[in-house]
Antibody, heavy 118, light 107 residues
Framework: EVQVVESGGGLVQPGGSLRLSCTVSGFTFSGSWMSWVRQSPGKGLEWVGNTNPAGSEQYYVDHVRGRFTISRDNTKNSLYLQMNNLRDEDTAVYYC???????????WGRGTLVTVSS | DIQMTQSPSSLSASVGDRVTITCRASQRIGNNLNWYQQKPGTAPKLLIYTASTLQSGVPSRFSASGSGTDFTLTLNGVQPEDFATYSCQQSYSTPRTFGQGTRVEMK
């Protein structure tokens, strides 16, 4: 059975930092592209970025590039999202998802809520 | 970035109705289009990829078509469990943008 579990969300002040984690099981994590997708309250989905299986390539949406960093530890079946200089508009539920060959996300976690507020 | 525009933003339907949702890309994306279903408080669920391929386990009442810039998702015979929000996503280029979503509500 596939499991994708995000953690690390919480309340953080503007300008602060937070590190999200995603731990998976049930598929070959080390062979999978992985993505982060977020959803602001009452809004649509937004792709944040992804990384290749080796963790040597990362791609980001423009307005998080330079502030967010995606990394992974294949020995721990874990994906990470380091978020720095957080802004109010980064408030969202953050989902971790596996990508397969067609750059489509098929397995998703339940998400973790990040609230940026003073 | 490629902009994805869905219509309508919301619709009301009765059980058994046929429902069609459209998604338009701001530039040609071939067949690199996915459809997701999302219910409140839950993660998105992949329904369709490469514009018309049904994901394993998805009921055959869901179908989709399109290529280039114009795409459709059709539900033939809406069931109670289908009331949800549906979103398209292009996987042609980074960033992999989503449409704003279409909420299907019970009439």
């Amino acid at each position: 059975e596939v499991q994708v579990v995000e953690s690390g969300g919480g309340l953080v002040q503007p300008g602060g930092s937070l590190r999200l984690s995603c731990t998976v099981s049930g598929f070959t994590f080390s062979g999978s592209w992985m993505s982060w997708v977020r959803q602001s309250p009452g809004k649509g989905l937004e792709w944040v970025g992804n990384t290749n299986p080796a963790g040597s390539e990362q791609y980001y949406v423009d307005h998080v590039r330079g502030r967010f960093t995606i990394s992974r530890d294949n020995t721990k079946n874990s994906l990470y999202l380091q978020m720095n200089n957080l802004r109010d508009e980064d408030t969202a539920v953050y989902y971790c998802a596996r990508d397969f060959a067609t750059r489509t996300s098929d397995y998703w976690g339940r998400g973790t809520l990040v609230t940026v507020s003073s | 970035d490629i902009q994805m525009t869905q219509s309508p933003s919301s619709l009301s339907a009765s059980v058994g109705d046929r429902v069609t949702i459209t998604c338009r890309a701001s530039q040609r994306i071939g067949n690199n289009l996915n459809w997701y279903q999302q219910k409140p408080g839950t993660a998105p669920k992949l329904l369709i990829y490469t514009a018309s391929t049904l994901q394993s386990g998805v009921p055959s009442r869901f179908s989709a078509s399109g290529s280039g810039t114009d795409f459709t998702l059709t539900l033939n015979g809406v069931q109670p469990e289908d009331f949800a929000t549906y979103s398209c996503q292009q996987s042609y280029s980074t960033p992999r943008t989503f449409g704003q979503g279409t909420r299907v509500e019970m009439k």
